[in-house]
């Protein structure tokens, strides 16, 4: 199974991204699927996650209202809508595929500066 995540970049304060992630080489909609962040000099953390179906999602409470996760499982993909980012939503962004293994991507970065 490999994960694959895009939509990274530089974004000003205030500013959204659209994480994107891909998953090949198993059943999609087999795999709970989430997002994760790694701060700089900090320990990764749960971001939010989405079941299977798409019908229940979960978000760390630092991102409720701002972040929207969702998932086609027509396209073997997940997202992650990030609005109003602030300089503290700045992290590499992993995303995972969460089912007996759970398997995870190379982080892509996202950076919120002036």
């Known amino acids: 199974v490999q994960v694959v995540e895009s939509g990274g970049g530089l974004v000003h304060p205030g500013g959204s991204l659209r994480l994107s992630c891909v998953v090949s080489g198993g059943t999609f909609s087999d795999f709970r699927m989430g997002w994760y962040r790694q701060p700089p000099g900090k320990e990764r953390e749960f971001v939010a996650g989405?079941?299977?179906?798409?019908?229940?999602?979960y978000y760390t409470d630092s991102v409720k209202g701002r972040f929207i996760i969702s998932r086609d499982n027509n396209k073997n993909a997940a997202f992650l809508q990030m609005d109003s980012l602030t300089p503290e939503d700045t992290a590499v962004y992993y995303c995972t595929a969460a089912g007996i293994t759970d398997f995870w991507g190379q982080g892509t970065q996202v950076t919120v500066s002036s």
């Open positions: 989405i079941s299977t179906s798409g019908d229940n999602t």
